[in-house]
């Protein structure tokens, strides 16, 4: 079977390769691809958000079986459902489900109404009724734009000044550009976090081993938010304790009040969730795999991605076996020189022999026949150990191979 893999970062690039292990699988095509993908996979120069033209792409290529939507937008976006009402299969949450990520104030009254763990929350559409909250209420907080707002739709809150910076920012200014005034103001949570992302055919809940990515862009966790500067999984920090007590009031109940909405969750469901002093709480939802975490989870996957798909789609997850390697993964990336804020590209990239540690490329391009840099996130190195410093010492001494020209990476991946 031939597989459509819709998107072009580093996780795409995990996909792709994790499909192209499976015997099933004759040819992957992908859209917009990057120029590492390119390499296992035929790049089709498409948006992902030229919905038109994706479907057209597959009236024209009739031996392509499945199409896996990967990114947050187009599953928002309804590419699921177009995709279906086409007759064309497709991996992922339709848009109806997608929305719990997509809203951030669904996503918290799903939690609220289900008694699910997270932190207590008011949500607003009034500027004037917001201001007059964050003027009486306990700081810090964090105030949220209820869309999707590419990573950056979270400001952490410490003082009135700031809080008020924020929601004017949203709700006045429109900065994310979703034209959608609500804002989720929240307690602020302090603790660890952990990411456990899973696969669910809107019955069966099966997870994959812990992650946890580092947000910030520089060592020690300074520095502005980025998409994630790198991951390693399983967190060693997440205790069998933990996951079933997660299994049973955030991961199931999630799942199944989705359901009894109406809004069957079909796809991978990422839970974002902080280890605070009194428990375990849903920081946030992802409709989608996580972007660096996928590269080390997919990494330790034993199991045939195509046969999971197909098992989500059909329903039938509770049939199947998912093996993982007992083994750690530590993914690190390797950045344009001013990401995440404005950066160049076109700047060489120089990949020597990083010997059996992978290298998923994220925004990479060939111009005149050389790699070069295309995008803020440029590839990431994945190493496998007996343990997470093993690991993290073969990661560190594989990107030595690699060069990046302004680029940098944080050096203290799976220490913190
Ligand atoms: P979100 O998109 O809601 O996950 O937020 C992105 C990041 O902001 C999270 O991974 C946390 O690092 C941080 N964050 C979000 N909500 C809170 C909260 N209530 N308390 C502390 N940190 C938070
Ligand atoms: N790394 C977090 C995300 O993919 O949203």
Same mark, same amino acid.
């Given at each position: 079977m031939d597989i459509f893999v819709i !998107?072009? !970062?580093? $996780?795409?690039h995990a996909i792709v390769h994790a499909l192209?292990?499976?015997?099933?699988?004759?040819k992957v095509y992908c859209a917009p691809s990057n120029a590492g993908i390119n390499t296992e996979a035929e790049g089709v120069p498409l948006a992902v958000s030229d919905f038109e033209g994706i479907l057209h792409f597959l009236? /024209? &290529?009739? +031996?392509?079986g499945l199409t896996v939507v990967a990114p947050d937008n187009p599953l928002a976006d309804g590419l699921v459902n177009e995709l279906e009402a086409k007759g064309f299969r497709a991996f992922g949450p339709r848009a109806e489900a997608a929305i719990i990520e997509a809203s951030k104030? =669904?996503?918290?009254?799903?939690?609220?109404? +289900? &008694?699910?763990? /997270?932190?207590?929350y008011e949500s607003f559409t009034d500027y004037g009724k917001a201001l007059a909250y964050v003027e009486s209420a306990p700081y810090p907080l964090v105030v949220k734009a209820d869309g999707l707002a590419y990573g950056k739709g979270v400001v952490i809150c410490n003082h009135f000044d700031e809080a008020a910076r924020a929601l004017d920012d949203i709700m006045r200014r429109?900065?994310?550009?979703? $034209? +959608?005034?609500? *804002?989720?103001?929240?307690? =602020?949570?302090?603790? $660890?976090?952990v990411s456990v992302l899973a696969f669910t055919d809107g019955k069966t809940v099966k997870t994959m081993p812990s992650s946890q990515d580092h947000k910030r862009a520089y060592d020690g966790d300074k520095g502005p938010n980025t998409g994630g500067m790198g991951a390693f999984c399983p967190s060693p920090y997440y205790t069998k304790e933990m996951d079933a007590y997660a299994k049973e009031a955030i991961f199931l109940p999630t799942v199944q009040a989705m359901a009894a909405m109406g809004r069957k969750f079909k796809g991978v469901l990422y839970f974002g969730l902080i280890m605070c002093a009194d428990g375990l709480k849903v920081l946030? #939802?992802?409709a989608r795999f996580g972007d660096p975490e996928t590269q080390a989870v997919l990494s330790l996957l034993k199991t045939d991605l195509l046969d999971i798909f197909e098992a989500v789609i059909d329903e039938r997850l509770d049939e199947i076996n998912i093996e993982w390697s007992n083994?750690?993964? *530590? /993914?690190?990336? #390797?950045?344009? !020189? !001013? #990401?995440p804020g404005s950066y160049a590209k076109g700047k060489a990239v120089r990949i020597a022999d990083t010997g059996d540690c992978f290298v998923y490329h994220a925004g990479t391009a060939v111009k005149d026949g050389n790699l070069v840099t295309n995008g803020g996130r440029v590839l990431a190195v994945t190493a496998r150990g007996n343990n997470l410093s093993d690991?993290? /010492?073969?990661a560190y001494a594989a990107i030595e191979h690699v060069r990046i020209e302004d680029g940098f990476y944080r050096k203290d991946i799976g220490t913190i």
């Open positions: !998107g072009g !970062g580093g $996780r795409e192209n292990q499976s015997k099933r699988v004759e009236a /024209t &290529h009739p +031996n392509i104030k =669904f996503a918290k009254q799903l939690m609220k109404d +289900n &008694h699910i763990p /997270t932190a207590a429109d900065v994310f550009g979703n $034209r +959608n005034p609500c *804002v989720v103001i929240e307690e =602020f949570l302090c603790g $660890r976090e946030e #939802y992802n083994q750690t993964a *530590v /993914t690190v990336v #390797y950045a344009s !020189g !001013g #990401y690991a993290r /010492t073969k």
